[in-house]
């Protein structure tokens, strides 16, 4: 017999919490229609009462999600469920996420309350939200460091209220496996309409044990929901990791009984999206989606798996989305086959004239590059969604020199408005003198605090891919440029993070909250 086991996603939200991962309502809505390819259960599309592009990026989830249900975190007061109410009004299932903090800590310092007025919040809140959705969910912040006598009655009191699903956060990573199993446990046995919800666990990975926790909480505790992010996206440092989670649940059938409704095949590519678009780099080493996770080097092993693949793998690669590069579209291709293969892997551009420009770059590419893959649409893509967006700066021109015992020098072209203006730098190197350049003109005054380039496909063809994360005034903003000249994907990573930071969005982290 076994069991389900649902997948709450929320790296739309909890992983756009990362320092430096927040995206644009374009990118939340090509990863949202991944996550739905990914089948996970739930899509948790973000914090409408934050900013109004958060309110409008998950609104445009729920309308076009039909797979997954989607729903929305509120603060526990009238004010966020009516707008995430609201939001999620085109959603075919839709979810109330609602949560209040219930540690002592979190009450005393945070919120300023009182044991019982943070009951009576509660409550109030899932009341509230259930005469407006049915699908309501509440999880106590906070929760692993809370007191279990004074957990209990909120509980109780939210499932009476009608919450559906009951999550239990361990928000700041503080739980070790076994204890935070029988806690789950003890909650359930203690709470007498236990059995009127569904139990989840959302596990930060503070001391690395996020993922460990979330399948003690099912295993020991009863939990039948996990909630994770693709790559472990979240606060600190993240959240449970999505493919971790559900390959052990599928390697290890036998011990878990569990089954996801996880299509696997597309763990991988909802790993790569993520990270283009965020900038967060997958380590190699990363179990699953890592680029080194299926690569033997070790004699000894190469000559194992040769011989008898299980010697040394306990899951194939292809099973989780790991194809050798296919050669998708060429030179000669045209303009359908092209919109087509777009359409096959989940990109799908608003109008016309977005296809048209898009398919522009995808020749300017072909040129220099003879075989394009499933990564080089996704990278042109990235790229084109970007400059469609917030465009104050653009890249009209650059060129540099650089070699041997010579100072680098770089010239370049940005567009303001309507007007071009032109700067020329030296620098240590071309990348260097590239943003001193770009940086004269734009005045950003920002901290540059990353840099980083990866190869999009391999070989030495491969566009590079380059992240740019600057700092300014306390914001964090991630640009991302691809190009085959990583000089180029340089210039643009750097002008789209300015943009970005140009933007200047104001948003309202959900936890950040000193009253709900
Ligand atoms: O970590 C946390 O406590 C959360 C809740 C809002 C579930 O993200
Ligand atoms: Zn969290």
Redesign the pocket.
């Known amino acids: 017999m076994t069991d389900k086991l649902i997948i709450f996603d929320?790296t739309l939200?909890?992983g756009e919490?990362s320092p430096g991962a927040s995206m644009t309502r374009e990118e939340k809505i090509r990863i949202a229609r991944q996550l739905e390819r990914l089948r996970v259960d739930v899509i948790e599309a973000g914090f409408p009462a934050a900013s109004n592009g958060d309110f409008e990026a998950v609104r445009a989830i729920a309308d076009g999600i039909k797979e997954s249900t989607v729903a929305g975190?509120c603060r526990a007061n009238d004010r966020d469920i009516s707008r995430g109410v609201e939001a999620l009004k085109g959603a075919k299932a839709p979810r109330i996420?609602t949560?209040i903090?219930t540690s002592p800590l979190h009450m005393e310092k945070k919120l300023r309350m009182t044991p019982d007025q943070v009951l009576e919040q509660a409550r109030l809140a899932v009341r509230f939200a259930r005469k407006h959705c049915d699908d309501v969910e509440f999880?106590p912040?906070?929760?692993s460091r809370s007191e279990i006598d004074f957990l209990c009655r909120v509980l109780e009191a939210a499932i009476s209220e009608g919450a559906r699903t009951i999550?239990i956060?361990?928000?700041?990573g503080y739980a070790i496996p076994q204890q935070f199993g029988e806690f789950v446990r003890t909650l359930r046995e203690r709470i007498p309409n236990s059995d009127k919800a569904v139990w989840s666990v959302?596990c930060?990975n503070d001391l690395g044990m996020a993922v460990a926790n979330s399948l003690a909480g099912v295993m020991i505790g009863g939990a039948r929901q996990i909630?994770c992010t693709v790559n472990g996206l979240?606060?600190r440092a993240g959240?449970t990791s999505l493919e971790e989670v559900v390959m052990a649940v599928q390697t290890r059938r036998d011990f878990f009984g569990l089954e996801t409704r996880i299509d696997t095949t597309q763990i991988v590519p909802a790993s790569r999206l993520v990270s283009q678009i965020t900038g967060f780099v997958v380590q190699p080493n990363k179990a699953i989606v890592g680029a080194n996770a299926f690569a033997h080097a070790s004699g000894i092993h190469q000559d194992g798996v040769l011989k008898a693949r299980q010697t040394y793998e306990i899951m194939q690669a292809e099973d989780v989305g790991w194809t050798t590069n296919k050669i998708v579209l060429g030179k000669l291709s045209g303009r359908n086959a092209f919109k087509q293969r777009l359409k096959e892997i989940g990109i799908e551009l608003e109008s016309e004239e977005a296809v048209n420009v898009a398919f522009q770059r995808f020749k300017d590419l072909a040129d220099k590059k003879a075989d394009i893959f499933d990564e080089d649409l996704h990278a042109l893509v990235s790229d084109e969604a970007v400059t469609a967006e917030q465009e104050y700066w653009r890249l009209v021109h650059m060129s540099q020199a650089s070699g041997m015992g010579e100072q680098p020098h770089s010239t370049v072209v940005l567009g303001e408005g309507g007007a071009e203006r032109k700067a020329e730098s030296q620098g240590d190197g071309p990348v260097d003198a590239t943003f001193k350049a770009i940086e004269s003109l734009a005045k950003s005054g920002s901290d540059l605090l990353l840099y980083s380039v990866n190869a999009v496909t391999q070989g030495t063809e491969s566009q590079g891919e380059v992240t740019v994360r600057l700092a300014k005034g306390g914001r964090i903003v991630n640009g991302v440029g691809a190009d085959t000249d990583i000089v180029v994907a340089s210039a643009k990573a750097y002008v789209n993070a300015l943009n970005k930071l140009r933007s200047n969005v104001e948003r309202v982290n959900?936890?950040h909250q000193t009253t709900p």
């Open positions: 929320t939200r909890d919490q975190l996420h949560f903090a999880s912040e906070d929760g999550n956060a361990d928000t700041v959302h930060h909630e979240g606060e959240n959900p936890q």
